[in-house]
């Protein structure tokens, strides 16, 4: 089976249950779906990252990272709180297990990374859910867009690539398929608009969009420089088509924080 077929049947499986727990007016629902999400995304994390590190250092920064998320999610107000513990805890975990001390400082920016870049990240998704007006919607939104990134990036980077965006780190990704998937972005929000999201105004469906199509794939990216620092192909090996976890959600964390920042604060 093709690639992009294994791509569209694993969605076809696996988005019926999300959009599911979305929809359900139990907050806690889709929480406990974005607490399991950051779990298996922080073992592929450290997995790629951190291969020569202790087990119990390993499952330390999946512990931690997961408790930031779910201690921001329980009680927002308390963020920069709940970030010192992670970041003295993170640190007294590389601290009692710190290997080779030569690579001890590498460990440790590593470990740490991986506590705020996932269990930081994973957060404002399930806060959006639970205190944005029209949580869902938003949540809906941002998984849209995401989607119409992703898609119109690929297509049209195939079609038309010419431009190599960051040779180093992403060879297949170019500078066409960045601004076809921006174009998409765009597109998908303009779509909900006129259909099934009404209370989007046209100023929304833009200002959510277009800076969505700048730091998702700086997401895409992030992700890509520490697979390629690591050697590796993909994250995992959890979703047929689409590789691990976190090669699944690595633009939709930076583009969940996005549409948090603009729906609680800025619209």
């Known amino acids: 089976m093709s690639n992009l077929a294994l791509r569209v049947l694993t969605a076809v499986v696996a988005l019926p249950l999300v959009a599911a727990l979305i929809a359900w007016r139990e907050p806690l629902g889709f929480g406990g779906l974005v607490l ?36 921001i999610y329980m009680h927002p107000p308390l963020a920069l709180v709940w970030a010192l513990v992670a970041l003295v805890a993170v640190g007294a975990a590389v601290l009692f297990e710190p290997g080779e001390i030569a690579g001890a400082g590498a460990r440790l920016g590593l470990a ?77 929000m303009l779509l909900g608009h006129f259909t099934v999201a009404r209370t989007l105004s046209l100023a929304d469906c833009l200002l959510v969009a277009i800076p969505a199509g700048i730091v998702g794939p700086i997401g895409d990216l992030i992700e890509s420089m520490l697979k390629r620092a690591s050697g590796v192909k993909d994250s995992g090996r959890l979703l047929p088509g689409h590789g691990g976890m976190l090669d699944r959600i690595d633009a939709l964390l930076f583009v969940s924080a996005w549409v948090y920042v603009y729906a609680l604060y800025l619209r």
């Open 36 to 71: 399991v999400v950051a779990t298996l995304a922080l073992v592929e994390y450290t997995g790629v990252t951190l291969p020569g590190a202790s087990r119990r250092l390993r499952a330390a920064v999946v512990v931690i990272g997961v408790g930031l998320a779910a201690a």
């Open 112 to 188: 740490a990374f991986g506590v705020f870049y996932i269990g930081l990240l994973a957060a404002p998704l399930a806060i959006l859910h639970r205190d944005a007006p029209e949580g869902p919607l938003w949540v809906f939104v941002a998984l849209a867009v995401t989607f119409g990134n992703d898609t119109g990036a690929y297509f049209t980077g195939r079609a038309l690539g010419r431009h190599k965006l960051y040779p180093t780190i992403s060879p297949g990704k170019t500078v066409e398929g960045g601004v076809g998937g921006m174009v998409a972005g765009v597109g998908m």
